[in-house]
């Protein structure tokens, strides 16, 4: 058999061309849709270099952005954006939070504003601050771990109205949300019971309010009247629980309980009591807060079974109803609904963003659409009314301090 020549390996005949060039086609097709896209409109990273949490003003069109970091008492920006959700450059404002008087703490003692709530009843928003070094941060004589800020007619902080001081608590509350009559900020711990602040008109006593809440404690009970106190200061019965999502239309949160449990609960007339609780045990000891879909009456529970979205029915009062349907999103540190739209999305820590479509019953189908973030961590999401979705990341391209 005679071997090719030099010449016939350095020109092919064209149909030895023409069959690799079939065989590298669907190859490149591959590929090249594997890859992840550029952000469509409709999702923002905000440009705010270490931002950690976002909130949206009810009534206006600002959006608050909570930053990490030894920010010297300036923990707060704000954005203004148009009728299509982009954020308008030279509205961008930067706010004293609060959470430090006099401005400057130690490089030990820095913190993040780790979320943002709006008060449903007066013109005020509530700043929970997470620091890094909690003994440290306890140690400076004038910070708070959670403050109230007056907001003026044009919806932007006006000053500080309230605090809470830290006292001798150990680790900062990881969830705080408000009472819809406004007379209780709700403080959630890390699988401890919820804790109330009293910020409204209440039937407890007013120094209350001022007094710092003791952190959760094993060892032997505190005296009787010391307790009595502690009792006034959370909900009871108790229920153990950390980050949940609140669905003020039903009346119910949505949360992570212990080990591999979520819990729907409501609270009674008062504010104060827990009147329902409902478990739903899931497979993975890591799944995540829980979304909620009032248009489709969907529970969305990420990584509910390894790397698959759970999706369990609810009832028109939002009860927990029948099994739960799986459908695989890969990991999400971070899942959002948007109804109007029948869109939704699932990001991981890292990398690239997934937008599903929703059928007509709230439930995800065909290929996501993947678009590639490229900003760092992801540390918070927040979704307006127009269908804006606005990221919060560690290093957004182009942001600033």
């Not at 020549?5 to 149909?15: G, R, V, W």
């Not at 029948?322 to 991981?348: E, M």
Request: charge should be positive.
């Amino acid at each position: 058999m005679q071997s090719p020549t030099p010449a016939a390996i350095l020109h092919p005949p064209s149909s030895i061309l023409c069959f690799l060039i079939s065989i590298l086609y669907p190859l490149s097709a591959i590929l090249v849709a594997g890859h992840a896209s550029e952000l469509p409109a409709h999702v923002v990273t905000v440009p705010v270099v270490g931002a950690r949490s976002l909130a949206l003003h009810p009534t206006q069109r600002i959006l608050y952005v909570g930053v990490a970091g030894r920010t010297n008492g300036m923990g707060v920006i704000t954005f203004q954006f148009d009728e299509s959700g982009k954020l308008i450059a030279e509205s961008r404002r930067r706010h004293a939070d609060g959470i430090v008087e006099g401005g400057a703490v130690s490089a030990d003692a820095a913190y993040a504003i780790s979320q943002i709530v709006f008060d449903p009843v007066r013109p005020e928003v509530y700043l929970n601050a997470s620091p890094e070094k909690m003994r440290l941060f306890r140690a400076q004589t004038n910070t708070a771990l959670i403050v109230a800020l007056a907001l003026d007619e044009n919806g932007l902080p006006a000053g500080k109205v309230d605090e809470l001081r830290p006292g001798m608590r150990k680790t900062p509350f990881g969830r705080i949300e408000c009472d819809a009559k406004g007379r209780y900020v709700y403080l959630g711990q890390d699988h401890g019971p919820i804790a109330l602040w009293p910020v409204g008109e209440t039937e407890l006593v007013a120094n209350l309010k001022a007094q710092p809440l003791p952190a959760p404690r094993r060892r032997m009970p505190a005296p009787r009247k010391a307790r009595r106190v502690q009792n006034d200061l959370v909900v009871s019965p108790r229920i153990d629980i950390a980050g949940w999502t609140w669905v003020g239309e039903w009346g119910r949160g949505y949360a992570t309980g212990r080990g591999t449990l979520k819990v729907v609960f409501a609270f009674g007339e008062d504010g104060r009591t827990c009147v329902f609780a409902q478990p739903i045990a899931m497979q993975n000891p890591r799944a995540g807060t829980p979304q909620v879909s009032e248009k489709h009456r969907k529970l969305y529970v990420p990584q509910a079974r390894g790397e698959q979205l759970g999706i369990y029915p609810l009832t028109r009062e939002g009860r927990l109803t029948s099994v739960p349907r799986f459908v695989h999103v890969g990991p999400a540190r971070f899942i959002c609904v948007d109804d109007r739209n029948g869109r939704f999305y699932a990001l991981p820590a890292r990398g690239a963003v997934s937008m599903y479509a929703l059928d007509s019953e709230g439930y995800p189908v065909g290929e996501p659409k993947r678009f590639e973030l490229g900003a760092g961590v992801v540390n918070g999401v927040a979704l307006s009314r127009n269908g804006t979705l606005y990221v919060a990341c560690s290093a957004p391209p182009g942001g600033t301090l």
